[in-house]
């Protein structure tokens, strides 16, 4: 048994997870084009400013809000873009390339098709905002007085939002093969290099948000306010409980440590309820006493580690 199990972790300890981690994900972004609400104050209205305080216009520097981001017509729209970023990350892990994730190959489809649905929702809540414009102009003119200028606003805004994604390439290319055998040798050397880091920041990624949500949960169930207890919210189990979901959705195997930490988390909340927390004394001394432990055993990873290993395998 011992020999068995000491050949098993010869085996994890040889594996290549970065290269597994390149052959099973692609690159993803997500684009977002937005209206602009704000816009710099000319020379002219910076120097009425500096008048009115009887300071020097050179120092001075400001913005005015076009529309009320706060109506329900444009927080609407932002909401869209919103729900498709938290979707696109909830889907992808990290790539340290600023706007790249790394989305598992066999999720491609799932991806591209809410997607479209985002789409789908960003043209109604743009409709939406298209029947309250004029409005929402009207409104500006009033609180914006002599700021206001008609050239700020474009005719239309239907066309001036959009949620679109890609998938780039990292490979390098194929010409450069030929062309130039060394220099394509290190540029494979550098996108590998790349996804042995993908690999480091996807472990520190989950292992930061379990403390997190951990700590939350914690402070809900022993904090106090005002010599009372903190109130405890659904959410705190629930956010728990969806983490668990996504983390094996995406099915990282680069720490044993982390893996063992995250099944106790699941394991000491598995059948709870929130309303168990709230009203059941014994549940809410148990559950806390355990994420204290898990959160003792936490602080020994929060340190930066060497590379270690990730695995992306659909179930």
Known sequence: MASA???????????????ELQDRTLACRVHHEKLGTRKALTREQLAQVA???????????GTKRLLDTSHPAFRA??????????????MTVPFPEPGIRLLRRDQVAVFDQ??????????????????????????????????????????????AFAITWDFPSFEPPSYLRRLHPQLYEQECVRI????????????????????????????????????????????????????????????????????ELVGRAQELVRGVRP???????????????GLAQIQQAMDGLMVPKPRRAISLVAD
Do not use: C
């Open 114 to 159: 809410r997607m479209r649905g985002f789409q789908a929702e960003l043209r109604e809540a743009v409709a939406g905002l298209v029947r309250a414009y004029p409005q929402l102009q009207d409104l500006a003119r009033d609180d914006l007085g002599s700021l206001f200028s008609e050239g700020d606003y474009p005719a239309r805004v239907d066309d």
């Open 192 to 259: 590998r290099s790349r996804f042995d880091e993908a690999v480091r920041l996807t472990e520190e990624a989950f292992l930061a948000r379990l403390n997190g949500l951990v700590a939350h949960l914690a402070d809900r169930l022993t904090g106090e306010e005002d010599g009372k207890p903190k109130v405890f919210r659904n959410s705190a189990l629930v956010n728990l409980n969806a983490f668990f979901a996504e983390f094996r959705q995406l099915d990282i195997g680069s720490s044993a440590e982390l893996q």
């Open 5 to 19: 199990l000491a050949l098993f972790q010869d085996d994890e300890a040889t594996r290549d997870f970065a290269s």
């Open 275 to 289: 309303d168990d927390l709230r009203t059941d004394a014994d549940t809410r001394t148990t559950v806390a006493s």
């Open 51 to 61: 008048d009115s305080f009887a300071a020097d216009r050179r120092l001075l520097a």
């Open 77 to 90: 729209v932002m909401r869209v873009h919103a729900a498709a970023t938290e979707f696109w990350q909830s």
